[in-house]
């Protein structure tokens, strides 16, 4: 399929949601990063006692290295591997806006 027009167009308007998403994140990491450097406590509630915000440490997760187990105990890795239900994944080469 060739490259139209309603096609460089929706490209480019995922282009600007990608942008504006990692932008929000941005910020929202930012945000996060102010409160904890002012918060003290594990919960913060308002005048009236009500639960405004909790903070909770979660720790990190053990995982597998499944690279290392394939090559070191391929039969192990054949035992207990086990496949994830599939889904469509759209790659825009372009990140810039087409004209």
Do not use: C
């Not at 929202?28 to 308002?46: H, S």
């Amino acid at each position: 399929m060739l490259l139209n027009n309603a096609l460089k167009s929706l490209i480019n308007e995922a282009n600007k949601v990608d942008e504006q998403i990692k932008a929000l994140n941005d910020r929202k990491d930012a945000i996060k990063k102010e409160i904890l450097g002012i918060v003290d406590d594990k919960v913060v509630t308002d005048a009236n006692d009500r639960v405004i915000l909790t903070i909770t440490h979660v720790e990190g997760s053990w995982t597998i290295d499944s690279a290392k187990l394939k090559a070191e105990r391929p039969e192990i890795f054949e035992a207990y591997k086990k496949q994830n239900n599939g889904y469509d994944k759209i790659n825009y080469k372009v990140k810039t806006t087409l004209e």
